[in-house]
């Protein structure tokens, strides 16, 4: 099992920044290959925002937030983070950190998933 522990979300008006951290563990934590961040607006689907491969640091974006947001991974922490900045009101969702096995790629097999941590960005 592993186990996440999203913090650092909150509320910013637009062109802000936040930083998020994810905090991994657990028993099988070692045999993880790929971490992402998701996010879920109310009334709509959760969806891929960034992922990392956590062996090869190798990084996935969902082109609305490509060249704003940046995933990073501190494999002797455990921790993954994602770094928001220029944020737009249509970034305000429940952000979910994610561990599972594949390259960090939206196809990555995401097996386990922390609580959420809520951002909000005001106009």
């Known amino acids: 099992q592993v186990q996440l522990v999203e913090s650092g979300g909150g509320w910013v008006q637009a062109g802000g920044s936040l930083r998020l951290s994810c905090a991994a563990s657990g028993r099988t934590l070692s045999f993880i290959t790929a971490m992402g961040w998701f996010r879920q607006a109310p009334g709509k689907e959760r969806e891929f925002v960034a992922g990392i491969s956590w062996n090869t640091g190798s990084t996935y974006y969902t082109p609305s937030v490509k060249d704003r947001f940046t995933i990073s991974r501190d494999p002797a922490k455990n921790t993954v983070c994602l770094q928001m900045n220029s944020l737009k009101p249509e970034d305000t969702a429940v952000y979910y950190c994610?561990?599972?096995?594949?390259?960090?790629?939206?196809?990555?097999?995401?097996?386990?998933w922390g609580q959420g941590t809520q951002v909000t960005v005001s106009s």
């Open positions: 994610a561990a599972g096995y594949g390259l960090g790629s939206p196809g990555s097999s995401y097996l386990y």
